[in-house]
């Protein structure tokens, strides 16, 4: 489904009430195409559909040579609650045509193969992905933004928050060493990194801003303003100059060592995953989404 959102960057009257089939919206402001998450019943919990959705958006965008910016949001009171680990649409299971083609299938793999060549496409694979595409993207955050919802956000070369996000990362309660797309060390700071995952706590979006994780924090109420007047101010520049500014900061970052060290936590994350199949209830150490809210207090 696609959009013109009114001038204030909100959608118009008439598509108040999103249609949920469509998991992931495309709409265009002016020069800006804004990809939506739209599973609002739950949180914008990320299944398969919603990433390969997002891919899809992603590369329209990219291909589309009136749009100089890429803005990513969520629709309803939440961003993003993670990947969908209880949901009635969760889809493991399932294949997808759109893949970053990096692995074979996952479907009727077993065991590990199973759980590293669905990861490694649509976790790890997709993110990357993202975070390379030439045109400048900006994560647009409101309330809860959580584990898968952090790697969405990450992979945005800027993050706009409103007052009342925050943000978490507590998959250390299911025993692996936080999420697929590994950024902690890079985006926090290696010792805060280290709290995040140890503790599980939610970070606020003021603090998440001295950290310097989030490019600005406001209002609930001026979140579509200021993000879009950002991202106008961008669009106003040189396109090839964002792209070629853009894969300098990325190339510094991975000599700095980002993209190696991802390789080797995504090990980590999968031993993990098969410690907790050879001596539990699953992958995911009995936790769905239920017991990690609970869990989380």
Same mark, same amino acid.
């Given at each position: ?27 265009? *402001? ?12 739950? *949180? ?125 990362? =507590? ?13 902690? =060390? ?6 805060? &990194? ?13 603090? &998440? ?9 406001? =209002? ?15 669009? &106003?520049? =040189? ?59």
């Amino acid at each position: 489904m696609t959009t013109e959102p009114a001038e204030n960057g909100s959608v118009p009257a008439d598509k108040a009430v999103p249609d949920e089939n469509d998991v992931v919206r495309y709409d265009v *402001r002016d020069r800006t195409a804004v990809i939506t998450l739209n599973r609002p019943r739950y *949180r914008n919990a990320q299944n398969s559909a919603v990433t390969y959705a997002l891919d899809a958006a992603f590369q329209r965008a990219v291909n589309d040579d009136e749009i100089a910016v890429i803005v990513l949001g969520g629709e309803g009171e939440h961003f993003c609650a993670g990947h969908d680990i209880g949901t009635p649409g969760r889809d493991i299971t399932k294949s997808f045509d759109r893949k970053a083609v990096i692995w074979w299938d996952h479907v009727n793999k077993q065991g590990a193969d199973n759980r590293y060549a669905r990861e490694m496409e649509v976790y790890l694979g997709m993110c990357r992905r993202w975070r390379d595409l030439p045109k400048p993207t900006i994560a647009m955050v409101q309330g809860a933004c959580i584990a898968g919802g952090l790697m969405l956000a990450w992979v945005c070369d800027l993050i706009v928050a409103s007052d009342d996000a925050f943000f978490a990362d =507590p998959v250390v309660r299911m025993g692996i060493p936080g999420v697929e797309y590994f950024a902690h =060390p890079w985006v926090l700071g290696p010792r805060f &990194a280290k709290e995040m995952l140890f503790t599980g706590d939610r970070i606020s979006a003021t603090r &998440a801003y001295e950290l310097g994780m989030v490019s600005r924090v406001v =209002p609930r109420a001026e979140l579509a303003a200021a993000t879009f007047d950002l991202a106008d101010k961008i669009a &106003a520049m =040189p396109q090839f100059g964002l792209a070629l500014a853009k894969r300098a900061v990325n190339q510094c970052e991975d000599q700095m060592g980002m993209r190696n060290g991802m390789d080797s936590v995504f090990g980590l994350h999968h031993v993990a995953h098969a410690h907790n199949a050879e001596t539990g209830a699953d992958s995911l150490a009995g936790m769905d989404a239920r017991s990690m809210k609970k869990a989380s207090g």
